[in-house]
């Protein structure tokens, strides 16, 4: 019997094996091929490449600053010059993150049944994250404040694990009765709770807002001194909190 | 047997080479764990598993040199080194034959793995609750579908891969009345609207809606939570002369039109759509959580799966870990939208995945095979051994 592998100097063995798998290479070549097919036609709705059409932005009131306060306006993406409808090309998000993955499964934020509230001046808006509905900062000797409002849908696991997360984010120990560890307030029919506590230099008034079949969470962190003294701005805040 | 070829069964019967092939799969699998850093896993995977040397660039010059052997590469001469020792070495007999069961069980999974990177295909499906889709759709191939929509009915899609794009060539298409011609193509982009960049020269396309638009070039993005965004410029000729330039991209959701002949044609740039002959709908998602907490417990999507004869039609729950197994594919819940209405599957089609279970049954048979082999030989030897001194 004839063997190849017999006349080849022992060198070029490692030749020998690229020729035995270049048909895997050839296998694993950019595919150019081009295809035809008749398919039928999709319902209107259901049209274009989805995974890729990244929802619009949604128009958030809350995220520009009320009128007459002097803050400038967020420079909304000029998609006019596009069709109706069409999602705003800059600053579109990766269609890779089009599709929630597992990993983050425990963060879908409340899309249904939005709330709006009006800022006071001195606050700066910033950008609201897919977490934050809105997102403000206020800025005083003492340092800086952060207002973050967001939303989930369902309870979130119940007021008390909410105190007792906020509580541990201060390090204090959790409470057994909820109903002592918060405030209740009325403002345009909603039923707010507010929960204040303070540690090591650290103050935080959370507000835990029940709304349609989400939970609404308005938290106002920072100094102590800076936030006590910000806390009757933050509670006419809360006042202004409705349902559109 | 001639030295030459005893000399080359020599080298590959070797046990010496098996160890050095295992450590080089180690070093592999460490360096393309740390790789991952920069560069992802799915360009990792091309690069340093399913590529027969993992190459590096030398520095000033275009030139890729080998700097290590690949998972092909190290596989493949696994494989042969097994099996040459098993011919070699092992006499076929039955006291040899869980080691056979083992050693082909072990040579089915090194193949099942080689199998699967040439054929497997994953695409995703995603679907709002009570849509029906027939297609699933590439989460990295991007193609171009120029659509023949002047039927009442049907759509006539001819699907360009933009790797065909990519050669700057011309396109002539036996279904299509024009031709086209891309000038330029970006893998990886940005678009914005013209008025917000000013002082930008004007753009190449004098169609739909490239001309309101500027292209900004990036660099390929290898981040998984990323995906790379091409641009191409397409001229477009038909028998009469050119039709005109257009920009397409799959940033660009709805389609640009161009009539031809009385026909009206689509051009999307789309993920790869891979079409099916059955349709699956989705009845409902569900998001179920722990009591009294926002921590998921479980995901599943009840999907109705039909064909169009109706010969199939059937409701089937899936959910992690428990895909739904139809026409050679296998539907997993892989995500959900925040609005916990939109399903994701991930749709797999791997005609060797039932390779890597057999194979894993082989060698748990040989093992058991072999280890009850050696203990009757050992019980046998024992009992002869205590007859023996019963005597003496």
Known sequence: ?244 | MRPLLKSFLHFFTSLRLTVVLLVLSLLLVFFATLAQVNLGIWAVQTKYFRSLFVTAQLPGTELFVPVFPGGYLIGGLLLLNLGAAHVSRLRLSWAKSGLWLTHFGLILLLLGELFTGLWQKESMMRLDQGETKAYSESSRQIELAVIDTTDPKFDDVVAIPTAALEQLGTIQHPKLPFRIHTTTYHQNSLLQMRRQVPNVPPSPADQGFGPQLVVTPLPLTYKQDEQNMPTAVLELAGADGPLGTWLVSPLLTEPQSVTVQGHTYQLLMRPTRHYYPFSVTLLKFSHDRYPGTDIPKNFSSRVRLRTPDASVDREVLIYMNNPLRYGGLAFYQAGFEPNDRTTILQVVQNPSWLLPYISCVLMFLGLVIQFAIHLTRFIRKRTAVAAAAATA
């Open chain 1, 1 to 244: 019997m004839w063997i190849p592998f017999i006349h080849m100097a022992p060198h070029s063995r490692p030749n020998l094996i690229l020729l035995l798998a270049a048909g895997l290479l050839l296998a694993s070549c950019k595919d150019t091929k081009i295809i035809s097919y008749r398919v039928p036609k999709e319902p209107v709705a259901n049209a274009g490449a989805t995974p890729l059409s990244a929802p619009a932005p949604v128009a958030n009131t809350n995220d520009l600053p009320p009128a007459g306060q002097g803050s400038p306006a967020p420079v909304a993406p000029a998609n006019d010059a596009l069709p109706p409808g069409h999602p705003a090309i800059e600053g579109m998000p990766a269609p890779g993150d089009a599709g929630t993955a597992m990993a983050s499964a425990s963060v879908p934020t409340a899309a249904s049944q939005p709330l709006v509230w009006t800022a006071p001046a001195g606050w700066t808006p910033k950008n609201a994250s897919a977490m934050r509905k809105g997102s403000y900062s206020i800025s005083g000797p003492e340092g800086e404040g952060d207002v973050s409002i967001t939303a989930f849908p369902g309870d979130v696991g119940g007021n008390l694990a909410n105190v007792n997360r906020w509580r541990g984010q201060l390090q204090l120990p959790p409470v057994q009765d909820v109903t002592t560890a918060v405030q209740p307030l009325e403002a345009n029919g909603l039923h707010l709770l507010v929960f204040e506590g303070a540690n090591q230099g650290t103050r935080m008034i959370g507000v835990i807002v029940p709304h349609s079949d989400a939970t609404w969470f308005f938290k106002l962190t920072g100094p102590d001194a800076l936030i006590a003294r910000e806390k009757p701005a933050f509670l006419d805040f809360l006042k202004t909190v409705r349902a559109p």
